[in-house]
């Protein structure tokens, strides 16, 4: 898929509440269905920060759209991305607007990203071919950052330098690689697939409260109103 495509957006953020989560959460909960509210504590119960996905200048907004999906789908909350040339662009018909329900934390070199990482007590493992560690075997890995590269590079040498670790999804076939979307994919749920640690409370009502301003309308006027009669 082109960069310059009409379908394609620029993905950032997502904003930073302005209202104390608690706020948040008693202004807006009753304007939801009980079944919407118990299918979003339901969703923020099976995330994790334990495990995060890292994507060093991927260029197709299609690949950037599927990874999104696939995050959102294995419980992963946070994608970090180091931009490249063309940005961090996915594309509206593949994602399904699945970035508004996850942390992009974008970054402009692959420095900046494992320093912030390892400062908050990541291991960091880049896909690799020919690797001799294989997903499950990081699975232990308390607090672990995965990445994967461009398209047509891969991982970026100066990410290389900077990690723990390689890792590779153990081929069957005559193929010897496979798409980044898939392989992505893959390895996240094979690392989430018997659970990952919860969230902190803070942590919990933070994303609680966020996906409850993404399933009411205007949700910044409702809550308005309710300051204005508490």
Known sequence: ?????????E????????????VVIEALSPI?????????????????DSLVLVLDRIADPHNSSAVLRSADAFGVQSVHVIVG???????????KG??????????????????????????????AMGAETQPEDLHGTPRLAVVFGNE??????????????TFAIPMRGFVESLN?????????????????????????????ARFLMNSVKKADQVIEKFLGND
């Open 85 to 95: 040339e063309h940005g961090f662009r996915a594309s509206r018909g593949v994602s």
């Open 1 to 9: 898929m082109r960069a310059d495509d009409a379908d394609v957006i």
């Open 32 to 48: 939801v269905t009980p079944e919407r509210l118990e299918r979003i504590e339901e969703v923020v119960r099976s995330r994790t």
């Open 180 to 208: 980044i979307s898939v392989a992505a994919a893959i390895t996240m749920q094979t690392l989430a697939r018997d659970g990952r640690p919860r969230l902190p409370a803070e942590r919990h009502q933070e994303l609680k």
């Open 11 to 22: 993905i950032e953020g997502p904003p930073p509440l302005e209202r104390p989560a608690e």
């Open 152 to 165: 047509h590079r891969g991982v970026s040498p100066e990410m290389r330098n900077l990690a723990d670790g």
């Open 98 to 127: 699945t970035h508004r329900w996850l942390d992009v934390v974008r970054y402009a070199s692959a420095e900046a990203c494992a320093r912030h990482l390892k400062k908050d007590g990541y291991a960091i493992y880049v896909a």
